[in-house]
């Protein structure tokens, strides 16, 4: 069966099949947050009421950042009185662009991070200032080979600390997704020390220069994971797709100006210069870390100091990478029965460092964390600015409103099906407002609001004017439904580059891929150089998405049984 018809006839897409599975659904801090691997569930019911007990016991910047982290990941309110006075008491620590430790020089960056990433998945707008202080404070002391590490190693060239670079580049990756800007070079730099002290076999190690045992699980992981990120923030750096109307850039209208008519700073990531790592050095070595992990992954004697920091980190690689399999693993399934096999009494895990933190870490795993994150990333990035414009600006400028930084145009209100029919009516040439309504509708109601209106949606995916068929891609890929996707990846290659790239978009969206495939488009590329970056984005995506479908499609001798991704036949 070729591709195309096997595109068209297979079951329900994994990523379906993975949101209901191993998902949750509600929002972060919700206590109405339901997770439905029954499984992490039995640990989080356990293991997150006893954490929240001893909030307030811990005076330890890093271990109650990451407790108070978990917790909310695990769906605990906010407004808890205990997370509330712990949110509280770690953000007066911060209060100039120095972070003093309450652990010392040695583990500042560590603490630094840990702050940092709770403060960017609580309340972020509350403490942007705390984000921006400690990113400052985290790149600043990045040595000068690229790492983090304890006091006095950046006086050797090459050395520095595997976990305590895990931690940093986790903490200022988190920064990115808030638009905070964190130049390209500090991840270049990282990556290229990575890469360097990843061993012949692609395992990492705790500190490299140092003699020591051979790579262990946790930190093949956490170096893997930096990899990952490293990589992500390096392809945004390189081009940049330029936002159309039709066949032409976004008027420089388009802009946020603030209240004296200024224009005010783009939140745009610095531009790269002079990066030293290649896109096939990185793609090189997550492979090699990738296939360390998945021949040595479960093996007990390898977990090093305590496996729950090991599982953290896991879950970070499989959920930057997209993988519910590793090689032939199931890893969190073999992860949530670990963490259940060695549960107390009291619902909590122990460990080195203690019961609190390696609690947290084992929360953390369960409740997916690192792939909440990313599904916020992607709902900013792939949201409304995707489509504001329509076909020019809005007759009525007191229509435009600024949202989240950002330019747009209130929303119409009522029925999606007078959104649709004002964006069909030839007789309006001002749609913003029902492009942003029909954004809003989704927003609030998810797919349910556009559904009933899939038929339409498609047929407007063919129409002659380009910008209805960007609408229609950008709420087609979020319907989520596995007989859409044809259509999405034919969008690939539309001879209107606006509308490839919002189908390039509508793929990420759906895969919940970090990295994707494009296509990338930049305003330097001529018709030919456009014409086969849409046909390499178009190769790419379906061949992620053929190998995705077929590990879920019976095998012809299996008698029915399906194969795991990454699993050989």
């Known amino acids: 069966?070729?591709?195309?018809?096997?595109?068209?006839?297979?079951?329900?897409?994994?990523?379906?099949?993975?949101?209901?599975?191993?998902?949750?659904?509600?929002?972060?801090?919700?206590?109405?947050?339901?997770?439905?691997?029954p499984t992490a569930k039995l640990i989080i019911d356990r293991g997150a009421p006893q954490l929240l007990s001893k909030l307030s016991g811990d005076s330890r910047p890093g271990y109650l950042a990451m407790s108070t982290l978990a917790l909310i990941k695990c769906g605990q309110p906010k407004n808890k009185p205990e997370i509330v006075a712990a949110l509280e008491a770690l953000s007066k620590r911060v209060t100039s662009t120095f972070y003093n430790s309450v652990e010392g020089e040695d583990k500042s960056v560590y603490e630094a991070a840990a702050l940092l990433i709770l403060f960017a998945n609580a309340e972020p707008e509350k403490y942007k200032k705390q984000i921006e202080n400690l990113s400052a404070f985290i790149v600043s002391n990045q040595t000068a080979s690229g790492s983090w590490g304890y006091a006095g190693f950046g006086a050797t060239p090459g050395a520095g600390d595997t976990s305590m670079t895990q931690f940093a580049l986790l903490g200022i990756w988190e920064a990115t997704n808030l638009e905070i800007k964190i130049s390209p070079n500090v991840f270049d730099k990282a990556a290229n020390w990575l890469l360097k002290t990843q061993k012949s076999s692609g395992g990492f190690t705790y500190q490299p220069l140092k003699a020591e045992r051979e790579p262990t699980v946790s930190l093949t992981a956490a170096g893997v994971s930096g990899l990952l990120i490293c990589q992500s923030q390096i392809s945004r750096s390189r081009t940049k797709v330029v936002e159309k109307i039709g066949n032409k850039p976004k008027s420089k209208l388009l802009v946020e100006i603030d209240a004296e008519g200024n224009e005010a700073e783009s939140t745009d990531q610095p531009k790269a210069r002079g990066l030293t790592t290649s896109s096939e050095d990185l793609r090189r070595g997550v492979e090699r870390g990738m296939s360390w992990l998945a021949a040595n992954f479960g093996v007990d004697a390898l977990w090093g100091e305590t496996p729950y920091y090991g599982l953290y980190s896991m879950e970070r690689v499989a959920s930057l990478s997209d993988l519910e399999v590793i090689g032939s693993k199931a890893w969190y399934d073999m992860g949530l029965n670990y963490i259940n096999s060695h549960l107390s009494p009291d619902g909590l895990v122990e460990s080195t460092y203690g019961k609190e933190v390696n609690t947290a870490w084992a929360l953390l795993f369960a409740a997916r964390s690192t792939r909440d994150s990313i599904q916020k990333a992607e709902k900013r990035r792939l949201g409304a600015a995707n489509m504001l414009g329509g076909r020019g600006l809005p007759k009525n400028l007191n229509d435009l409103v600024i949202r989240a930084g950002r330019v747009g145009v209130s929303p119409m209100t009522g029925a999606v099906e007078g959104m649709l029919d004002a964006l069909t009516d030839p007789k309006i040439q001002d749609t913003a407002a029902a492009e942003s309504g029909l954004m809003d509708a989704y927003s609030r109601q998810g797919a349910a609001a556009l559904r009933p209106y899939k038929d339409r949606l498609i047929r407007l995916a063919r129409a002659p004017d380009p910008q209805l068929r960007v609408i229609s891609i950008w709420c087609i890929s979020r319907l989520g439904d596995r007989d859409v996707l044809p259509l999405i990846l034919d969008a690939l290659t539309d001879e209107q580059d606006s509308v490839a790239v919002e189908a390039g978009k509508g793929l990420q969206f759906?895969?919940?891929?970090?990295?994707?495939?494009?296509?990338?488009?930049?305003?330097?590329?001529?018709?030919?150089?456009a014409a086969n970056t849409k046909a390499e984005s178009s190769k790419a995506w379906k061949s992620y998405f053929k190998d995705a479908l077929a590990a879920t499609l019976p095998s012809e001798n299996s008698g029915g049984k399906t194969n795991p991704p990454g699993a050989k036949p």
């Open 1 to 37: 069966m070729n591709w195309r018809v096997k595109r068209l006839t297979i079951g329900l897409l994994p990523f379906i099949a993975a949101a209901s599975s191993y998902g949750y659904q509600g929002a972060l801090g919700d206590p109405t947050k339901e997770f439905t691997n």
């Open 510 to 529: 759906l895969s919940r891929r970090l990295i994707a495939f494009g296509p990338e488009i930049t305003d330097s590329a001529d018709r030919t150089v």
